[in-house]
């Protein structure tokens, strides 16, 4: 009952299925005709592209010899993939090409210019080609656009994720330099911080100086931000609620170096900064800490 | 389970011992409140630093103690909150406030301390 099924839905399905098997091949033997063709042309070609490149401005990171010598490899393993219908080559082309074009500057939206570019001459070259053949010229299209659309995806795509695992890895970089956190006196710490801060740091400070708190039986904190040059309101209400969970383990928090801009922020975006003690500058807030815990910095008397 | 209270010159010290029920802490405050005028306290210490969980019933239980006692005439410090309950909480918005709080017990009997010199 089951075989007898299966059978008929065999049958049923072999019409389709056979001019399926047509228009592939079709398409691959029109494939074929096309990577020839771009074979033979490939010096023409090419030198289009790269006069388009140029005309267009992009990759200006890159001399013209530089171009040249990068079009021609990516022409190159363009025409491969068109040819084999396998990515894998050109993914790696890509990821490698990303990886030396990225620290020179060069941005995603040329990277995907340029190969839509070469896809362009191509198909402008393909109507050169079969213009008084509308029927194949149609028909060469068919075959082409899928593979060219697919060239252009996998390039652009490595290149974003290229781009990705750089920036992560300079955010790893980033974290690693740990925020210390440091004892200038008994009972007081400094927590001088640097750089951006993220969510994620802001969490990894915020346990740090609990910590430090804790061990170092601290009583007074100062923050220092001079090095920060930004802050959204997700930090900024971050360090407030570090100023409050310090204060419940016994601490008082003194933040210096708000930054002008900084400043300007925090009041434009209406952060509750009541609770917050600031000083203009590091020296002010350890003076201030100082007195808090009773110190009193006096001069010595000049030696005879 | 009670939470023991301890008298030492005039300080009462309550130590938590572990997590506590809403009913442990309603019985603790008013425990509290009763004996810090008939033992002429004149602070209270919570400790609670084997807490390991801050909800916000505890946390305001422990501001309405510090409150309740400043009506009665005493101080109240908490101490010995530890540093991931700290960031939880006020990461919950129970950020004790007008409440002394301090590191241990240590600092908080020196606060104290200081605050009755300061008064008398």
Redesign the interface.
Known sequence: MLRRDVVSRDLEMGAPQDSELVRSEGASELLRELVSHLRQNRTQLREEWTGRISETRLLTAMSNDEIFAEATSVYDSYVEALETGTFEALQAYARNLSERIIPRGVETHEVVGIVLLLRDVLARSLFAKYQSDFMKLNRILDAYEPAANRIANTVAVGFVQERERVIRQQQEAIRELSTPVLQVRERLLILPIIGVIDPQRARQL??QL??G??TN???VVVIDITGVAAMDVTVANHLV??V????????TVIVTGLSPEIAQTLVTIGVDLGKMNTVGDLQGGIEQAERLLGYKVVGLPEQA | MEVPVLKQGAVLIATFQAALSDADLKQLRSHLIEQVVRLRSRGVIVDVTAMDVMDSFASRTLREIAHMIRLRGAETVIVGIQPEVAFAMVQLGLTLEGVATALDLEEGLAYLNNRFENIA
């Open positions: 915020t346990e609990l910590r708190i804790r039986r601290a009583k609620q570090t409050e969970a310090s204060r419940l383990l016994g601490a």
